[in-house]
């Protein structure tokens, strides 16, 4: 088994000197272009010009596995409104509008607010090298930069009501070529509880590498929940909606036998059509490796879901 248990994280690593020294000497190379496979060469500044990101400070809620080069990170990837293959983002993408964008947090809550995008950025920003695994059975460590996404909610202030989050995805037909084809009930909705939505390692990315989200990767923002597989981390989010009753997502809507609301990462609950038990780390072809459950991450989340059926509410 390749997989290590993530020991990585423990509490007495959290503080120690050296891995926090290790955590900035690897963002600030990220910044630089200088780590390993920080080569891919995408010119990624967004609609304003903006390239690298500022004032990013090192998580203790990092993996220290290796990060997937940046340019499988980038050039790798699942953006199905510009297009189903997996080269088919980093090719079309490049249409996608990220100024002026604006994001409405609104529903259930006292302070409803549209956020700029330009507010976004100035919430204390945390480089997160996650693991990312696909419900397609592969999977990548990506080093993230973003902030809490219950640092946001609290700020609209929910209201004892708010028992879910839906997240509304961008959709720009002119340049989203692939929403011309009714694959998915467009725009691409996703959603959590409430709880998985305020767990501190729910974030809003903004950039990965050191860098703005290239657009292929959700610009200007997006959700990443490590513990899920990769669908339910939406890109290019315009709207959060704080909702009584569990929202519709749109891969349920395709095909509610697969895609369950939970979606939580599980080697014992197979997809219909194959197995979850391993997983391919890209670029790695043949090579195989056990799925964890939760993703590795149960000892922070397994206990959002303690007396529930994870085979019914996959
Ligand atoms: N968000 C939108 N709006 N559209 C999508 O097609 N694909 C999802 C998710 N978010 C998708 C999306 C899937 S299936 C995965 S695995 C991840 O994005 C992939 O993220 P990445 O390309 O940055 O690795």
Same mark, same amino acid.
């Given at each position: 088994?390749?997989?290590?248990?993530?020991?990585?994280?423990?509490?007495? =690593?959290?503080?120690?000197?050296?891995?926090?020294?290790?955590?900035? *000497?690897?963002?600030k190379?990220?910044?630089? !272009?200088?780590?390993?496979?920080?080569?891919? !060469?995408t010119?990624?500044?967004?609609?304003?010009?903006?390239?690298?990101?500022?004032?990013?400070?090192?998580?203790?809620?990092?993996?220290? =596995?290796?990060?997937?080069?940046?340019?499988?990170?980038?050039?790798y990837?699942?953006?199905? =409104?510009?297009?189903?293959?997996?080269?088919?983002?980093?090719?079309?993408?490049?249409?996608l509008?990220?100024?002026?964008?604006?994001?409405?947090? =609104?529903?259930?809550?006292?302070?409803?607010?549209?956020?700029?995008? *330009?507010?976004? @950025?100035?919430?204390?920003?945390?480089?997160?090298?996650?693991?990312?695994?696909?419900?397609?059975?592969?999977?990548?460590?990506?080093?993230?930069?973003?902030?809490?996404?219950?640092?946001?909610?609290?700020?609209?202030?929910?209201?004892?009501?708010?028992?879910?989050?839906?997240?509304?995805?961008? %959709?720009?037909? /002119?340049?989203?070529?692939?929403?011309r @084809?009714?694959?998915?009930?467009? $725009?691409?909705?996703?959603? @959590?509880?409430? /709880? *998985?939505?305020?767990?501190?390692?729910?974030?809003?990315?903004?950039? @990965? %590498?050191?860098?703005?989200l290239?657009?292929?990767?959700?610009?200007?923002?997006?959700?990443?929940? $490590?513990?899920?597989?990769?669908?339910?981390?939406?890109?290019?989010?315009?709207?959060?909606?704080?909702?009584?009753? #569990?929202?519709?997502?749109?891969? *349920?809507?395709?095909?509610?036998?697969?895609?369950?609301?939970?979606?939580?990462?599980?080697?014992?609950?197979?997809? $219909?059509?194959?197995?979850?038990?391993?997983?391919?780390?890209i670029p790695?072809?043949?090579?195989?490796?056990?799925?964890?459950?939760?993703?590795?991450? !149960?000892? #922070?989340?397994?206990?959002?879901?303690?007396?529930?059926?994870?085979?019914k509410?996959?």
């Amino acid at each position: 088994m390749l997989i290590k248990r993530p020991t990585d994280y423990l509490p007495s =690593e959290i503080t120690s000197e050296t891995v926090y020294r290790r955590r900035r *000497e690897f963002v600030k190379a990220a910044a630089a !272009g200088t780590i390993l496979g920080a080569t891919g !060469g995408t010119a990624r500044a967004d609609d304003s010009g903006l390239r690298q990101l500022a004032n990013v400070a090192a998580s203790p809620l990092s993996t220290f =596995e290796k990060p997937t080069a940046d340019k499988y990170v980038t050039h790798y990837n699942n953006y199905y =409104e510009f297009g189903t293959d997996k080269s088919d983002p980093v090719q079309h993408a490049g249409r996608l509008k990220t100024r002026p964008w604006t994001v409405a947090v =609104e529903g259930e809550c006292r302070k409803p607010r549209t956020f700029a995008i *330009e507010e976004l @950025l100035k919430f204390p920003l945390q480089e997160r090298v996650y693991r990312l695994r696909c419900v397609e059975a592969w999977s990548m460590v990506v080093p993230w930069i973003g902030f809490e996404l219950g640092a946001l909610l609290r700020q609209v202030e929910p209201t004892g009501n708010a028992k879910f989050v839906e997240f509304t995805t961008a %959709y720009q037909p /002119d340049a989203m070529i692939g929403v011309r @084809l009714p694959v998915l009930d467009w $725009p691409y909705v996703e959603g @959590l509880r409430m /709880d *998985e939505a305020m767990h501190p390692l729910a974030i809003l990315a903004v950039g @990965l %590498y050191g860098e703005v989200l290239p657009n292929q990767n959700g610009a200007p923002i997006r959700v990443v929940v $490590p513990w899920k597989y990769g669908f339910k981390s939406a890109k290019s989010i315009v709207r959060i909606r704080l909702a009584g009753k #569990q929202p519709s997502t749109a891969w *349920e809507k395709a095909s509610p036998r697969e895609y369950g609301f939970y979606s939580n990462v599980n080697p014992n609950v197979d997809h $219909p059509r194959w197995s979850q038990q391993r997983e391919r780390r890209i670029p790695e072809f043949f090579a195989r490796r056990d799925t964890v459950i939760f993703n590795g991450y !149960g000892d #922070q989340v397994a206990q959002l879901y303690a007396g529930m059926d994870l085979k019914k509410y996959f």
